[in-house]
Every structure is written in structure tokens, then in C-alpha cells.
């Protein structure tokens, strides 16, 4: 099932959110998103989620010559690391959407014409494409504020879950 181009996600942090959200099920299941194959063997631990649901992530490597432009927007760019540069150029190169939580990230790659979204995006479009409901996107939402290890501001949740309840009631299941 096809959300909307490729996603690529960048970093475990989107990976943990879905996962303590009791989300990361679903989203592995779309048919277009994708894990760096860096991000997936170096960064990717038991305290990122249920290994068994990661593990199920498909994977994209980069290429040689992707491989060789790090150098040369690391010369130019000393706030990203080389992991950041390899998923901005993958996404990049493949018209993909990048999926992260790295400010310096995000703004870099919007600066450079990639798409980026965040967790709450990925929630907001499962809702959207009818491949979760409204409720299951609302308890995801309360799960993530009341774990510690979240990162997204409470601010951001309740004002994410303030227009999830401002939506139609169409998606209600």
C-alpha cells in the first residue's frame, strides 16, 4: 500500500516514535518506505524498537559515486554528519522524501529542494490515506506523550492531536 513517492527514513529516532506510538507495524508494511542501508546495520539497536518489525524494513544502499559526494558536502557542510549526507543524497537521487527528526538535517535538505517530514507528518498521512483511523492515529498520539523517551514536544503532540479532532469524523472506525 502506497502512501504517497518513497520515503526514506534517516534516523532512529522517527524509527523509536512509531515504535513506542505501537505504529511501527503498519508503517513497515508500505511497499515505499525504506531504511539506509548504513542507518539500518550501524545505528539500529534493541532500544530503537521491536527488532523483529525493523528487521522487515526494506533496505536502499548507496552507490559509489553517492558515496563519494559525502566528501565533498562535507567540506562544505561540517554540521551534518556523514550518515545525514548519504540519506540527504539518497533521498535526493531517488525523489524520495526524507523522514527525520534532525533539525540541521531538515533544514539542510529543504534548503536543497528534499522533502522532509517528521513523525506526527507520517501519523497525519496514514489517517489521511485511511490505512489507520483516526482513533488508533489519536492513542498513538497519547502514547507518545506519555513516554519519557519522546522527543516531540508535548506542544506539538496536543496541537497534532487538536487537528486530528478538528478533522471530519469520516475516518472514525
Same mark, same amino acid.
Given at each position: 500500500?502506497?502512501?504517497?513517492?518513497?520515503?526514506?527514513?534517516?534516523?532512529?529516532?522517527?524509527?523509536?516514535? %512509531?515504535?513506542?506510538?505501537?505504529?511501527?507495524? /503498519?508503517? @513497515?508494511?508500505?511497499?515505499? @518506505? =525504506?531504511?539506509?542501508?548504513?542507518?539500518?546495520?550501524?545505528?539500529?539497536?534493541?532500544?530503537?524498537?521491536?527488532?523483529?518489525?525493523? $528487521?522487515?524494513?526494506?533496505?536502499?544502499?548507496?552507490?559509489?559515486?553517492?558515496?563519494?559526494?559525502?566528501?565533498?558536502?562535507?567540506?562544505?557542510?561540517?554540521?551534518?554528519?556523514?550518515?545525514?549526507?548519504?540519506? =540527504?543524497?539518497?533521498?535526493?537521487?531517488?525523489?524520495?522524501? %526524507?523522514?527525520?527528526?534532525?533539525?540541521?538535517?531538515?533544514?539542510?535538505?529543504?534548503?536543497?529542494?528534499?522533502?522532509?517530514?517528521?513523525?506526527?507528518?507520517?501519523?497525519? %498521512?496514514? @489517517? $489521511?490515506?485511511?490505512?489507520?483511523?483516526?482513533? /488508533?492515529?489519536?492513542?498513538?498520539?497519547?502514547?507518545?506523550?506519555?513516554?519519557?523517551?519522546?522527543?516531540?514536544?508535548?506542544?506539538?503532540?496536543?496541537?497534532?492531536?487538536?487537528?486530528?479532532?478538528?478533522?471530519?469524523?469520516?475516518?472514525?472506525?
Amino acid at each position: 500500500m502506497n502512501i504517497t513517492k518513497k520515503i526514506i527514513i534517516t534516523d532512529t529516532n522517527i524509527i523509536t516514535d %512509531l515504535s513506542n506510538a505501537d505504529i511501527l507495524n /503498519v508503517f @513497515v508494511s508500505l511497499d515505499n @518506505v =525504506y531504511v539506509s542501508d548504513m542507518v539500518k546495520r550501524d545505528e539500529i539497536k534493541a532500544s530503537t524498537g521491536d527488532l523483529s518489525i525493523i $528487521e522487515q524494513f526494506q533496505t536502499i544502499p548507496a552507490s559509489p559515486k553517492q558515496i563519494s559526494e559525502i566528501i565533498k558536502i562535507s567540506e562544505k557542510n561540517h554540521e551534518l554528519s556523514s550518515c545525514d549526507i548519504i540519506n =540527504y543524497v539518497l533521498a535526493r537521487d531517488n525523489s524520495a522524501i %526524507l523522514a527525520t527528526g534532525d533539525r540541521k538535517l531538515k533544514e539542510f535538505a529543504e534548503a536543497n529542494n528534499v522533502e522532509v517530514i517528521r513523525t506526527l507528518k507520517i501519523i497525519d %498521512l496514514l @489517517v $489521511e490515506k485511511d490505512i489507520i483511523s483516526k482513533n /488508533v492515529a489519536l492513542h498513538s498520539c497519547n502514547k507518545l506523550k506519555n513516554n519519557a523517551k519522546t522527543r516531540i514536544p508535548s506542544n506539538e503532540i496536543n496541537d497534532f492531536i487538536k487537528s486530528l479532532n478538528d478533522k471530519k469524523k469520516t475516518n472514525l472506525r
